[in-house]
C-alpha cells in the first residue's frame, strides 16, 4: 500500500506570494492532518480535515487555509507569505477522525520564502 | 500551562548501550501518549502509544515506553541502542484533552546521536 504523497517535496516562494500544497493520503484514509515544522517552534498542528470539512484548527492566522477533496485529497494554501512561513509542512493521514488510529506522515514539502 | 516536555534536546550513546529518552506533560488528566522518531529528510514515524491499561507499552524497533501517572511521564527507552536508531525523536499527547480528534501537541524533540 502507498504511503502518504506529498507534492512539491521542495518550493521556493518570494515574499508576498502564495503557495499550494497537496496531500494524498493512504487509499482509504479519511482525515488528513497538517503540521508546520519549525526550528524555533517545533511541529505545530494547522489543520485536521475528515469527510470534507475543517474539524479542527491550530493557532495559525487566516492566511493559512486547506481544503479535503471527495477522494480525501487535501491542499493547503499559505497567502502573502512571510519569512517565518520557511518551514517543513507535514501532512498525515488516518483511517478516522480519532486518536486511537494511527497517524501515517508524508515526508513534507520544505517551503523556503525569500 | 498545558504542555508536553522535552528535558533533553541532545542526547549521545554508544552504540549497544541502553537509552532512555524523558517526556513529561502536564494536563488535568491523562492524555493519549505517543512517541514517532523522525529521521533526517523525512516523516514522522510511530514507535509506540498509550492510552490506557498496562503501563509498559511495546513499540516498534525494540523500543518501549513506560507510563507513570505519578510522575506524568512517559518515557522511551530501548535496552540496546543500534546506529540505525540516530534521529530525532518526538513526545507527542492528543486525545480530547489537547482538541479531539488525531490533532497532536509535540514536544520540543530530543536528537539522538549514536557513537560508534
Known amino acids: 500500500k502507498a504511503g502518504v504523497t506529498q507534492t512539491p517535496r521542495y518550493l521556493i516562494k518570494t515574499r508576498g506570494q502564495q503557495v499550494t500544497l497537496s496531500c494524498s493520503p493512504i487509499?482509504?484514509?479519511?482525515?488528513v492532518s497538517w503540521y508546520q515544522q519549525t526550528p524555533g517552534q517545533g511541529l505545530q498542528f494547522l489543520f485536521e480535515y475528515f469527510s470534507e470539512t475543517q474539524r479542527n484548527k491550530g493557532n495559525f492566522p487566516g492566511r493559512f487555509s486547506g481544503r479535503q477533496f471527495s477522494n480525501s485529497r487535501s491542499e493547503m494554501n499559505v497567502s502573502t507569505l512571510e519569512l517565518g512561513d520557511s518551514a517543513l509542512y507535514l501532512c498525515?493521514?488516518?483511517?478516522?477522525?480519532?486518536?486511537?488510529?494511527?497517524?501515517?506522515f508524508g515526508p513534507g514539502t520544505r517551503l523556503t520564502v525569500l | 500551562a498545558q504542555s508536553v516536555t522535552q528535558p533533553d534536546i541532545h542526547i549521545t550513546v554508544s552504540e549497544g548501550a541502553s537509552l532512555e529518552l524523558r517526556c513529561n506533560y502536564s494536563?488535568?488528566?491523562?492524555?493519549?501518549l505517543f512517541w514517532y522518531v523522525q529521521s533526517p529528510g523525512q516523516g514522522l514515524q510511530l514507535l509506540l502509544k498509550y492510552f490506557s491499561g498496562d503501563t509498559l507499552v511495546q513499540g516498534i524497533k525494540g523500543f518501549e515506553a513506560e507510563f507513570k501517572r505519578s510522575q506524568s511521564s512517559f518515557n522511551l527507552r530501548k535496552p540496546s541502542v543500534h546506529w540505525s536508531d540516530a534521529a530525532e525523536y518526538f513526545c507527542a499527547v492528543g486525545g480530547i484533552l489537547t482538541g479531539g480528534g488525531n490533532k497532536l501537541t509535540f514536544g520540543t524533540g530530543t536528537q539522538l546521536k549514536v557513537e560508534l
Open positions: 494536563y488535568g488528566a491523562t492524555p493519549y
Open positions: 487509499s482509504g484514509h479519511r482525515s
Open positions: 498525515a493521514s488516518s483511517l478516522a477522525f480519532s486518536p486511537v488510529d494511527t497517524q501515517y
